[in-house]
């Protein structure tokens, strides 16, 4: 039988990501390049790999029959149950000394994404899910996350974080969108992401993201009360083109016009 982590173990593993990444924000820092099969620079800093490390350092302790999936050591251990990491999703804001990073931290169980974190250390900020609802705050006072009710694109915000991910077709597809929505705004990282489940932000789309930059944010958006999913409308955990929505009626009228 499998053991489930509960949500003090994902504030255990955020305090210790915490401990690695904020001393090191808007401070001195070694940054490699990482090798890009998309090309361009795709950076990584000792923030990365220190604060991975001493994640993994604990789920090894806690539940060692637990797989992991990292950004920074890849993949260990075989396991209906994986962990599933980005010690900073967001390295060049991080870079930038902007706050639109934050620490993920993803539980799959046979496959589906079912607890979740999102660590945001310099603005006090954590977003989670477990199997109670969708929260933020503090795990001594949490106060449940709910999506937006609006259901027109008329009305909707619309979020990406940069448009030099998009190929032709995905571009082709955002800009129809975009025509389509009140707003579209810019640069948020995975801090939109949470802003959907938080209600703020209405429509989320990003053209490239690894199971590691979404796996943490899919059961916060779903308890929430949105939906998430791929581009083709399957599930998001093996990552792809993702659409985060506040609710059903947003997310497929969004689908059309992208998919169009």
Known sequence: MLRHPDSHFLHKLADAADAQ??????????????NDPRGGFDPVTEADRAAEAA???IIARDFPEHAILGEE???TGK???????????GTRAFLCGMPMWG????????GRAISGMLSQPFTGERFWADETGAWSGTKAKPMSLATSKVDDLSMAILHTTSPEYFDDTSRDGFTRL???????????ECYATAMVAAGHIHLNFEPVLESYDVVALIPIVERAGGLI?????????????????????????ALELLNF
Not at 21 to 34: A, G, H, I, Q
Not at 230 to 250: F, M
């Open 21 to 34: 990444t904020l001393p090191r924000f808007k401070s001195s820092f070694v940054v490699d390049c990482k």
């Open 55 to 57: 994640m993994r350092d």
């Open 73 to 75: 050591f890849g993949e």
């Open 79 to 89: 396991s209906d149950a994986q962990w599933v990491l980005d010690p900073i999703d």
């Open 103 to 110: 620490t993920l931290i993803g539980f799959i169980e046979r």
């Open 178 to 188: 975009s025509k389509s929505v009140r707003m579209t705004r810019y640069g948020g």
């Open 229 to 253: 999913t791929r581009l083709d409308g399957g599930r998001p955990e093996v990552g792809g083109a993702i659409l985060a929505s506040a609710n059903e009626a947003l997310h497929y009228a």
